[in-house]
């Protein structure tokens, strides 16, 4: 909204100071060699100096508060403290005991995705359980069976389903698998900001009873899912900050920005907001 007024008062004022030369009678019409008119000369510079004055205000703030995802953008709301980075999930190296990986999958867990290295589950399990990715779907039905969650006639589970892997996955971190988007014959593979908060509440009730007060997360339903990055990450930073009013075991949280998403992150407009948070 600022820049459309500095444009008006900067046009304004201009258009002030050139009419202030200006004398108009019907005999000689319009005319440069009369009275300068010295009020509308003031009110023109006043227009361009306030015009000024709030395009450098806007430009300095929108110039420092950037966000900077290779050296990390921290924000701290009461007691949760949210780290920002680029990096790639398969590789951090600061997860403990007391920390949660989670790795999106879509609404089938069962779908090759551990063994595709583009996708965060599989750059995960390829990395970390190459010896697990054959017997993966097992484990992931067996984990849901034993929570009483069964798929639907077409073999979908509902959207934001959350589960806590065996602890044979824990090394040390334990790992947390969401269903972050949905697969259908008919549309294919998507998400919505309704279900990146969905997987939010239940990536925190999953793992309030387990010790766990660090989560480190990838930008869900983004990538396949199809929801911009920005609007992603943006969703994503409100349903942890609204939820955890509600859960409280949560002190620490590690979104991890893949370095190839930076670039698509920097040009979206909706991470505005996230600065003003």
Known sequence: L?????????????????????????????????????????????????GGILRFLTHRVTGVRTLNYEKGVELKRGELTI?????????????????????????????????????????????RFPEEIGTL?????????????????????PPG?????????AKPAKVIVTASTTR???????????????????ILKITADQRVDTIY????????????????LLFLLLAFLHFSHAYHHIRRLHIVVHPKDVQSLDQSKELRQVLAL
Not at 86 to 110: D, H, K, Y
């Open 161 to 169: 389903t959350t589960v806590l892997l065996p602890d044979k996955f």
């Open 2 to 50: 600022l820049a459309p007024l500095t444009n008006i008062l900067c046009g304004g004022g201009v258009l002030l100071l050139c009419a202030s030369f200006v004398d108009y009678d019907k005999t000689n019409g319009l005319s440069l060699h009369g009275n300068v008119h010295w009020a509308m000369l003031a009110v023109g510079f006043a227009l361009i100096t306030v």
């Open 217 to 232: 997360v990838p930008i869900l339903g983004s990538g396949h899912g199809g929801v911009e990055r920005g609007i992603a």
């Open 137 to 157: 779907p097992a484990s992931l039905k067996g984990v849901l069976s034993a929570k009483g969650i069964q798929p639907t006639e077409n073999g979908q589970y």
């Open 184 to 202: 259908r014959s008919e549309t294919g593979i998507a998400s919505t900001p309704h279900i990146i908060c969905s997987c939010v509440e239940e």
């Open 83 to 127: 780290f920002i980075k680029s990096g790639e999930i398969q590789t951090i190296q600061t997860a403990t005991r007391n920390s949660a990986i989670v790795l999106p999958a879509n609404t089938t867990f069962v779908d090759d995705c551990a063994a595709d290295r583009r996708t965060a589950m599989g750059a995960f399990f390829t990395e």
